[in-house]
């Protein structure tokens, strides 16, 4: 999936979520038991909408990488859901401040996100995101308005349905 499809498609929304799933499925494998990882996402009957490929990915990515330890109990959660023609992804993880890098350093894939974002959804998307103090955990929300693209009105570039 990530060598074949282009960042200039699109890809549907139920191909996408294929992935972030067995990413999920793949970061299990590493976990320990103090790690709750849930994931909900819920397309019926939008899921035949089309999406820039690997657009949540880097969020998922640093949830794994920042929000989980090796000793206190942590969580990652990603939620996916279609309200009308806007597509919301919710991600949360736990948030540990004795981890935090200097602002000079990393930061690649928050960048990543911004940049994909713009690009791929010009006026057309929102992306909050933040620590809550209160909960302990990093969030980030983002909301992709799809009602100038029609559902599925955007095939992609390239499908390789033999992987």
Known sequence: YQL?????SRVSVEREVEFLQ????LMRLRL???????TDFHLVPHKEMNVAPHIFIS?????????VSTTAPSHVHLRLDCDGQRLNFDCRNSYFPQHKLPSTSGGI???LVKSRLELSYPN????????????????????LDLSTQGFGAT?????????
């Open 22 to 25: 067995n990413y999920v499925a």
């Open 59 to 67: 969020l998922v990515e640093n949830a794994f990488k920042h929000g």
């Open 4 to 8: 074949y499809e282009e960042f200039g």
């Open 124 to 143: 057309t998307h929102t992306w909050e995101h933040g620590i809550d103090i209160n909960r302990k955990e990093y969030f980030s929300r983002i909301t």
């Open 155 to 163: 095939p992609p570039i390239h499908q390789h349905n033999d992987l």
């Open 109 to 111: 894939g928050l960048r």
């Open 32 to 38: 320990n038991q103090n790690v709750e990882v849930t």
